[in-house]
């Protein structure tokens, strides 16, 4: 589990603002970085992915930005909505691999 | 089209007693894995099974068992329930890892 660290653990942002949550990982040998939403009594389910070709990816108010070397990689909500109020997992894997690695979680309140 | 299916949705066990989780996916995945998400903790790996017909342990695998049924459903048994296994669990699909991961909706356990 440490080779995965999110933060922060908890955020609260007003409704129009930018929430960013950052992952630092460990392992040298992962190519795949996505991000996992999951609201109360639900799984988890993909939001959004990037591969290390790129150092960004936006899907509408959703980017991901990555650092190689830094060895983090970031999940930006523009415009942040009380409907985005979820907990959100980095899991970053290898391609070649058969599992990923989850984070501990960040809560999102979104307040209106 | 259901995805992952997941029963039952709660469960109270005493200690001692043993269960078997029920996971059934429809989208023709190879792989399905069983996590386990306990608060501030994220989700940990409990089981795998990259294809049908083969299983590996993950993070956590002690006090568990699975089987890969067919293609379709994997299951995962508590042999002798402790107070420590008390959680929600997910089962999950994909083609591949590291890919896009389909979770079922969860079972809360609670073990007395």
């Known amino acids: 589990q440490q080779q995965v660290k999110q933060s922060p653990q908890s955020l609260i942002v007003q409704k129009g603002g930018i929430s960013i949550i950052n992952c630092a990982y460990e392992?040298?040998?992962?190519?795949?970085f996505p991000w996992y939403q999951q609201f109360p009594g639900k799984g988890p389910a993909l939001l959004i992915a990037?591969?290390?070709?790129?150092s960004e990816k936006k899907e509408g108010r959703f980017t991901i930005s990555f650092n190689k070397s830094a060895k983090q990689f970031s999940l930006h909500i523009m415009d942040s909505q009380p409907g985005d109020s979820a907990t959100y997992f980095c899991?970053?894997?290898?391609?070649?691999?058969?599992?990923?690695?989850f984070g501990e979680g960040t809560q999102l309140t979104v307040n209106p | 089209n259901a995805g992952v299916t997941q029963t039952p949705k709660f469960q109270v066990l005493k200690t001692g007693q043993s269960m078997t989780l029920q996971c059934a996916q429809d989208m023709n995945h190879n792989s399905m894995y069983w996590y386990r998400q306990d608060p501030g903790m994220g989700l940990r790996l409990i089981y795998y099974s990259a294809s049908e017909g083969t299983t590996d342990k993950g993070e956590v695998p002690n006090g568990y068992n699975v089987s890969r049924l067919n293609k379709r459903e994997f299951s995962l048994r508590l042999e002798s329930a402790a107070p420590s296994q008390t959680s929600v669990y997910f089962c999950?699909?994909?083609?591949?890892?590291?890919?896009?991961?389909?979770f079922g909706s969860g079972t809360q356990l609670s073990v007395l």
């Open positions: 990037i591969r290390p070709d790129v």
């Open positions: 999950a699909s994909g083609f591949r890892a590291n890919e896009k991961l389909f």
């Open positions: 899991a970053p894997g290898e391609t070649s691999g058969s599992r990923l690695t």
């Open positions: 392992n040298t040998a992962f190519d795949y």
